[in-house]
């Protein structure tokens, strides 16, 4: 390995991609971390008992933490209250779902929402997503985001079949399967183009 490799700092660059980002307000964006587990599980837990979110067992979050964001308002002790998260799950290539977005009762109208999915959105054009999808009750809200409800399957063949072995729920509900019809919380399906 050459000194060069050697001296590069590996931990200054982790440190940066999970910086905490100040937003309008004195609320902070920030990657999750195994900490926020918790915190996201009772988030969620209101929202899948009304059927408005899939609820999913305490390993799946430590899955997929690293797709999560998290809008955070720190409290005068060190604190903070989760304000709202949202996760940005790779389904192919060029396709990814907006999952997990939820926001707290007492932080609604505060932007925690918009913040999130437009972090969701830059994160997927950075890595080369050019089509974001959700399933959601909230049209009205995906739709001022530039989400439109999603005509047919939009994928080729040969990638549907490639997604048909996908063990997703998501995944199966974006290819609106009949299998998940009888499960489904009575959602749209929407997407929007990068």
Known sequence: MSSAAEDFDH???????HHTHELPGGLF??????NDVKGIEALVAPLAGERILLGKDTVTYFESLQEFWLVVDPQPDGSEVLAGCGALHIIWSDLAEART???????????????????LLADAREIGVD???CLTFE???FGSLGFEPIKGIPVSPEVYIELLHSTDEG????????RVKPNT??????????
């Open 11 to 17: 931990r200054q660059v982790s440190r940066n991609h």
């Open 139 to 141: 049209t009205g809200f």
């Open 131 to 133: 089509r974001v999808f």
């Open 29 to 34: 964006l920030r990657r999750a971390r195994t």
């Open 185 to 194: 919380l009575g959602n749209s399906r929407m997407i929007k183009y990068l």
């Open 171 to 178: 995944v199966a509900e974006f290819l609106d399967l009949a």
């Open 101 to 119: 977005v939820a926001t707290s009762p007492d932080y609604r109208g505060r932007g925690v929402g918009k913040a999130i999915i437009r972090q």
